[in-house]
């Protein structure tokens, strides 16, 4: 048996595909790694490109005027040292940029805010990316604000700054100058800085206030006390003082007095006594009394201005006293009706006109305190020498030559004075030696007759 030989037909396609799978591999395999960097996102990829250019190529981008390149477009890439090569591309995009106002538009690839400025940075300049200050990568808008100068008098010394800060206390803070509590900075730190300006600064020191029950402590960089007074809130009112005064420098070691002061005017009322007026009734009996009229207290009245410091008076002044009621006089009537009347006695009967009930004693020339030797001594003071019968009284009520009876004793005339003998005492008049010693209460008798009316005292005391 004979066998056909068999023939095997392959396609003409297939090996078409295996020689370009054979090649893509072959290419693949020869092709060397690459970083393609474009707006600062990293891409790898594998290369047979030589040349940046040829990279940018193979990557399918097309390179603008204005994109920025590193390396330059002509530069051999290189691999060495199994380090491979990195292309940086920055595509261009628009900027507007404004200068004192003035804007433009333009197309750059640039990163680095300051070398979109044509002209130099000065201190004090500043540039404002997006609105933010500079420091942040690729703005699309960029603003130059140029530094204004400022004058600054600190601790008296003139400073010069520079600051494109929006406000003064912004430009004090990015110079280093930091403000403290109290400090004064004439302008206000919240001034806009849109012109050259001068300043002046001054720094406050430590000040303490003592009040009545309290102290306050602070700062203050005040002119004056009073200035200080016023950082702290507080202020004199009316008769308010501090110490030291208002208008003097703030003390060396900062301790402020201030005291509180207020007036008041007070009303005060006392009584006003009475007087007391004696009135003669000739229809009452000699020796005995009535109120013709009851006494009435008035009222005195007075303003008084009250000081005070701190709530403690200090001071009491009387600006006026006044009569606000007149009182009303008691008026007490006294008997001028005199009676004789008959006392039976050792001695008789006698007439009276008048009784009085007296303190009596009793002296004799020994013991009326003069010294034998003295011409006077036994001498009673209306001339007379001392012998029983004659009696002390007190002159200014019963005048010498008064008969008096006296029971116990007898008949009694007023012949003499003593320096104790006043008001209603008698003392009893004896010699030496028929001395008896008296002291109690006793009843006195006037006998008649009857003194003239001028003469007798109607109110004994």
């Given at each position: 048996?004979?066998?056909?030989?068999?023939?095997?037909?392959?396609?003409?396609?297939?090996?078409?595909?295996?020689?370009?799978?054979?090649?893509?591999?072959?290419?693949?395999?020869?092709?060397?790694?690459?970083?393609?960097?474009?707006?600062?996102?990293?891409?790898?990829?594998?290369?047979?490109?030589?040349?940046p250019?040829?990279?940018?190529?193979?990557?399918?981008?097309?390179?603008?005027p204005?994109?920025?390149?590193?390396?330059?477009?002509?530069?051999?890439?290189?691999?060495?040292?199994?380090?491979?090569?990195?292309?940086?591309?920055?595509?261009?995009?628009?900027?507007?940029?404004?200068?004192?106002?003035?804007?433009?538009?333009?197309?750059?690839?640039?990163?680095?805010p300051?070398?979109?400025?044509?002209?130099?940075?000065?201190?004090?300049?500043?540039l404002?990316?997006?609105?933010?200050?500079?420091?942040?990568?690729?703005?699309?808008?960029?603003?130059l604000?140029?530094?204004?100068?400022?004058?600054?008098?600190?601790?008296g010394?003139?400073?010069w700054?520079?600051?494109?800060?929006?406000?003064?206390?912004?430009?004090?803070?990015?110079?280093?100058?930091?403000?403290h509590?109290?400090?004064?900075?004439?302008?206000?730190?919240?001034?806009?800085?849109?012109?050259?300006?001068?300043?002046?600064?001054?720094?406050?020191?430590?000040?303490?206030i003592?009040?009545?029950?309290?102290?306050?402590?602070?700062?203050?960089?005040?002119?004056?006390?009073?200035?200080?007074?016023?950082?702290?809130?507080?202020?004199?009112?009316?008769?308010?003082y501090?110490?030291?005064?208002?208008?003097?420098?703030?003390?060396?070691?900062?301790?402020?007095?201030?005291?509180?002061?207020?007036?008041?005017?007070?009303?005060?009322?006392?009584?006003?006594?009475?007087?007391?007026?004696?009135?003669?009734?000739?229809?009452?009996?000699?020796?005995?009394?009535?109120?013709?009229?009851?006494?009435?207290?008035?009222?005195?009245?007075?303003?008084?201005?009250?000081?005070?410091?701190?709530?403690?008076?200090?001071?009491?002044?009387?600006?006026?006293?006044?009569?606000?009621?007149?009182p009303?006089?008691?008026?007490?009537?006294?008997?001028?009706?005199?009676?004789?009347?008959?006392?039976?006695?050792?001695?008789?009967?006698?007439?009276?006109?008048?009784?009085?009930?007296?303190?009596?004693?009793?002296?004799?020339?020994?013991?009326?305190?003069?010294?034998?030797?003295?011409?006077?001594?036994?001498?009673?003071?209306?001339?007379?020498r001392?012998?029983?019968?004659?009696?002390?009284?007190?002159?200014?009520?019963i005048?010498?030559?008064?008969?008096?009876?006296?029971?116990?004793?007898?008949?009694?005339?007023?012949?003499?004075?003593?320096?104790?003998?006043?008001?209603?005492?008698?003392?009893?008049?004896?010699?030496?030696?028929?001395?008896?010693?008296?002291?109690?209460?006793?009843?006195?008798?006037?006998?008649?007759?009857?003194?003239?009316?001028?003469?007798i005292?109607?109110?004994?005391?």
């Open positions: 048996m004979e066998l056909a030989a068999t023939r095997r037909i392959v396609p003409p396609v297939l090996p078409l595909m295996l020689t370009a799978a054979g090649l893509f591999v072959l290419y693949y395999a020869t092709a060397r790694p690459a970083l393609l960097v474009i707006n600062g996102e990293p891409r790898e990829l594998r290369t047979h490109a030589r040349r250019m040829d990279l940018l190529r193979e990557a399918g981008i097309v390179l603008g204005n994109d920025a390149l590193l390396p330059n477009v002509d530069t051999e890439l290189q691999w060495e040292d199994g380090a491979f090569p990195v292309v940086e591309l920055n595509l261009a995009r628009p900027v507007a940029m404004e200068d004192q106002g003035t804007i433009r538009l333009v197309q750059t690839a640039e990163t680095d300051a070398n979109l400025i044509a002209g130099p940075l000065f201190p004090g300049d500043r404002i990316l997006d609105g933010i200050s500079a420091g942040s990568a690729a703005p699309s808008h960029i603003q604000k140029r530094g204004l100068p400022i004058r600054l008098m600190l601790e010394r003139a400073r700054l520079y600051s494109s800060a929006p406000t003064l206390g912004e430009a004090l803070w990015e110079s280093g100058i930091r403000l509590e109290g400090d004064r900075l004439d302008p206000l730190p919240n001034t806009p800085l849109d012109r050259s300006i001068e300043a002046r600064l001054v720094r406050s020191v430590p000040v303490t003592r009040l009545a029950e309290q102290e306050i402590r602070g700062r203050s960089a005040a002119d004056t006390v009073e200035g200080a007074l016023a950082d702290a809130g507080l202020r004199l009112i009316g008769l308010d501090v110490i030291p005064d208002g208008a003097e420098a703030l003390p060396a070691d900062g301790q402020i007095q201030l005291v509180r002061v207020r007036e008041e005017v007070h009303m005060e009322q006392r009584p006003l006594s009475f007087d007391t007026l004696y009135q003669p009734v000739d229809t009452l009996a000699i020796d005995n009394q009535l109120i013709v009229q009851s006494g009435g207290y008035g009222v005195t009245s007075n303003r008084l201005r009250v000081r005070l410091e701190d709530g403690l008076e200090v001071s009491r002044v009387l600006e006026g006293e006044w009569v606000a009621q007149d009303t006089p008691q008026i007490i009537g006294y008997g001028t009706q005199i009676q004789v009347r008959t006392i039976a006695t050792a001695d008789g009967p006698l007439d009276y006109w008048r009784k009085l009930e007296m303190y009596a004693t009793s002296y004799s020339p020994s013991r009326a305190g003069v010294s034998p030797d003295a011409p006077w001594f036994g001498i009673t003071a209306s001339g007379k001392l012998v029983k019968g004659l009696v002390a009284i007190d002159r200014s009520l005048p010498f030559g008064t008969m008096m009876y006296v029971p116990g004793y007898g008949f009694a005339e007023a012949a003499d004075t003593g320096s104790g003998v006043k008001g209603r005492w008698i003392d009893l008049g004896y010699e030496d030696n028929n001395w008896v010693t008296w002291s109690g209460n006793v009843t006195v008798y006037f006998l008649t007759p009857i003194p003239a009316p001028e003469s005292v109607y109110i004994f005391p």
